[in-house]
């Protein structure tokens, strides 16, 4: 079996294994070798007929098995009411995307989406809890792949893996594929210092794009970056709508706080001192309001083991509520991560490129 033959599914059609005999191209063993995990993934991947898909077909079957155990995942389990804020980006979204994607009969010729978004701004902001929400919104698998993985960890293989994404994707419409850190796959061309293998890498990446840009196929591609700046001309383009996701405002870190507290029954803050916290996280992102509210939480804790109490014995009824006292000490530990000056940056770039309404 050459190199460039077909891969032969590992299913059994009427009765016989229709792959028993000849190896894998992966792995030079008979297909009867094949791991039963991987066989059970494939199986499911086949058609009505029992075949694999065409554009499955010649993809390593360890490489389909990794996109469909590790980066798909069939329920994100986050929904709109789980973010705070932003609701501009919300409903750009919801126009843009999901409804494109739970009527496609509708919006087709003028009305017809774009296939790429780009979703910028200082991490912890809620970028990858938007894709979630997107695809649990839409009803779509979502795809998650961090692009400096693939540079890093997939070296040499990182391409192949891009097929097999785009291949399970087609499979499995409608699909959110989210590709965090886009900046590392996309970045400006740094012509001769750039490897020979990423250059191969975001070729790869830019044709499986224009592929099912040009087609009828329900995929959309979220980028995710904290390095606008850092991408090319073409990137920019294939990604046609470009999204700001900022710092959270005041209302939204109280929101925040409110929810992480509540979760755990633990909110008993006036609306006062919840004001008192939202003046004094100015700057704060999304995830280091989490963080903060994770440690003022342990405040309580903390103090009624200093009182003697054993952590065996420590009943929930010992503790006192989360007070304006136990953030102010959090606020010691945990600091914004977002500088004046990088958020300069993300607002010149948004004057620039970005979607603006
Ligand atoms: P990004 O992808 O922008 O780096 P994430 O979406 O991964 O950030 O957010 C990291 C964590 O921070 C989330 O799991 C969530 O707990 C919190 N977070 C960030 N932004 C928000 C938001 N707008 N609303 C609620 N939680 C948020």
Redesign the pocket.
């Given at each position: 079996r050459g190199i460039r033959s077909n891969f032969v599914p590992p299913v059994r059609s009427n009765g016989a294994n229709t792959g028993g005999t000849t190896g894998s191209r992966v792995t030079g063993k008979t297909d009867d070798a094949l791991e039963e995990s991987t066989r059970r993934c494939l199986e499911m991947l086949c058609g009505p007929d029992g075949e694999l898909p065409e554009k499955l077909r010649n993809l390593e079957p360890r490489l389909i098995e990794h996109v469909s155990n590790e980066i798909m995942d069939r329920d994100p389990n986050v929904r709109w009411g789980?973010?705070?804020?932003?609701e501009h980006a919300k409903k750009c979204v919801t126009e843009m995307v999901i409804w494109p994607l739970l009527r496609p009969d509708i919006f087709k010729g003028c009305r017809s989406p774009g296939r790429g978004l780009l979703l910028f701004g200082p991490?912890?902001?809620?970028?990858?809890?938007i894709g979630k929400a997107i695809a649990g919104e839409a009803k779509a698998t979502f795809f998650y792949i961090s692009a400096s993985s693939l540079t890093s960890k997939w070296i040499g293989e990182g391409e192949k893996l891009v097929r097999a994404l785009f291949g399970v994707a087609c499979c499995r419409q409608p699909a959110v594929i989210f590709v965090d850190e886009i900046d590392s796959l996309l970045s400006q061309r740094k012509s001769e210092g750039e490897h020979e293998s990423s250059r191969r890498l975001k070729t790869q990446f830019l044709i499986e794009m224009e592929g099912f840009d040009s087609g009828n196929e329900q995929i959309l591609l979220l980028g995710?970056t904290n390095r606008p700046q850092e991408l090319d001309e073409a990137a920019r383009r294939r990604l046609s709508k470009r999204l700001y996701?900022p710092l959270?405002p005041s209302e939204?870190r109280a929101w925040?706080v409110r929810n992480l507290l509540e979760k755990d029954g633990l909110f008993k803050l006036s609306e006062e001192d919840t004001n008192a916290i939202c003046r004094l996280t100015e700057g704060y992102?999304?995830?280091d309001m989490?963080n903060l509210v994770k440690d003022a939480s342990m405040g309580p804790l903390r103090e009624a083991l200093c009182q003697g109490i054993e952590i065996t014995n420590l009943r929930k009824e010992d503790m006192r509520p989360v007070l304006l006292q136990d953030f102010e000490r959090a606020l010691q530990e945990v600091r914004p991560s977002v500088s004046q000056h990088e958020l300069g940056g993300y607002e010149d770039w948004n004057k620039q490129f970005g979607s603006l309404s």
């Open positions: 789980d973010i705070a804020g932003l991490p912890g902001t809620g970028k990858t809890m995710a996701i959270p939204a925040i992102s999304g995830s989490k």
